[in-house]
């Protein structure tokens, strides 16, 4: 990836709140978010909890690191522990992901086998229904 096309990283100072940071993760060695990637991202940002009060932190995210610690080939339960023995005051390190495309980048950035399944198999299986149903109708149509 050239310097010109690398995500923004940045700095995030997050005092934590009644309710934790305020963000869900993803990711780890065991629970692999972004294939052949064992990073940890920000599944979702709780509703007036720290992250979103800051509001640097987006979904996509991805954490690099944390207190200085940082996020790589970590199971998913390492990286918790680590988030929850962080502190009041936590210092993240995250790289900003395209939100546009999500945490997988922009197009140039991803693997061709990155494309969902879903964005596959939904059409052909609307196609086949659609035939399905013309051949149908045409045989009820051609009856005298």
Do not use: C, W
Not at 23 to 28: A, D, L, Q, Y
């Amino acid at each position: 990836m050239s310097a010109g096309s690398r995500a923004a990283e940045e700095e995030i100072e997050l005092i934590r709140g009644p309710s934790g940071l305020g963000f869900n993760i993803v990711g780890g060695t065991d629970q692999q978010y972004v294939s052949r990637d064992s990073g940890i991202y920000v599944s979702s940002i709780k509703e007036n909890g720290a992250a979103a009060v800051d509001g640097r932190l987006k979904e996509g995210d991805r954490i690099l690191e944390v207190n200085g610690v940082k996020l790589e080939n970590l199971l998913h339960k390492a990286a918790v522990d680590l988030f929850r023995s962080s502190g009041d005051r936590v210092l993240l390190k995250v790289r900003h992901q395209n939100h546009l495309n999500g945490p997988l980048g922009s197009k140039s950035d991803r693997d061709s086998e990155g494309t969902s399944l879903a964005a596959i198999v939904v059409p052909v299986i609307l196609a086949a229904v659609a035939i399905y149903a013309f051949v149908k109708f045409r045989q009820r149509s051609a009856r005298f």
